[in-house]
């Protein structure tokens, strides 16, 4: 049975979706009733993991420092910053350029090494988080505030199961639109300072 080829762009905008409307979006563009919904999401969101920056995924702990390691959080995806009594900055492994007070650092796995002065006990780590996965008793951040990013990514999937070309490529332009909007969601939600009368941006 083909599926009818449908841009998901009309529910883009759309808050507040639950994740049994959610299935049932996906089921009326798709109108097949054995596609293996949930594997797609998981498909989808693998790959959504890895281009989602958003300050709503944005994580701060407290870690230890053991050995001159700091072992990263399960859920870590990309360091924003590090901060502590000492200033931290990133260094290439072999070639570590630092000055008094400094503390180099650079990844090795599942953990930070740090090199040069002599660390902190502890450091603050701000991070960009992995989002959990989405089902029916667990939602996230970007399904509550762009549920339009998974039905594009979603429908994505379901036309290469399908072995579709033309709905992935329909579909994952929609994908990229809706993932600009991400995009300038979060560029919106960085914007600090006093606002300017007569101005056209923040300043």
């Known amino acids: 049975m083909t599926a009818t080829i449908r841009s998901s762009v009309p529910t883009r905008g759309v808050f507040d979706l639950t994740y049994d409307e959610l299935l049932s979006t996906i089921t009326s563009y798709t109108i097949r009733d054995d596609a293996p919904i949930?594997?797609?999401?998981?498909?989808?969101?693998?790959?959504?993991?890895?281009?989602t920056k958003h300050y709503l995924a944005e994580?701060?702990?407290?870690?230890?420092?053991?050995?001159g390691?700091?072992?990263?959080?399960?859920?870590?995806?990309?360091?924003?910053?590090i901060t502590g009594k000492k200033l931290y900055k990133p260094?290439?492994?072999?070639?570590?350029?630092?000055?008094?007070?400094?503390?180099g650092y650079y990844r090795e796995g599942n953990k930070l090494v740090l090199v040069g002065d002599k660390p902190d006990t502890t450091v603050?780590?701000?991070y960009w988080a992995a989002f959990p996965d989405l089902t029916s008793s667990q939602t996230n951040w970007l399904f509550d505030r762009h549920p339009s990013v998974y039905v594009a990514a979603i429908l994505k999937e379901f036309h290469r199961w399908q072995t579709n070309a033309e709905g992935v490529q329909i579909e994952g332009q929609a994908l990229q639109e809706a993932l600009?909007?991400?995009a300038e969601d979060d560029r919106r939600g960085r914007q600090t300072g006093p606002i300017i009368m007569g101005a056209a941006t923040w300043q």
């Open 59 to 67: 994580k701060s702990v407290l870690l230890p420092v053991v050995s």
């Open 38 to 51: 949930e594997s797609f999401i998981r498909r989808a969101e693998t790959y959504l993991r890895t281009v």
């Open 180 to 182: 600009s909007i991400v």
């Open 91 to 103: 260094v290439a492994v072999q070639a570590a350029t630092l000055f008094d007070g400094e503390i």
């Open 69 to 81: 390691t700091v072992l990263l959080p399960l859920d870590f995806i990309e360091i924003r910053v």
């Open 124 to 126: 603050s780590l701000l």
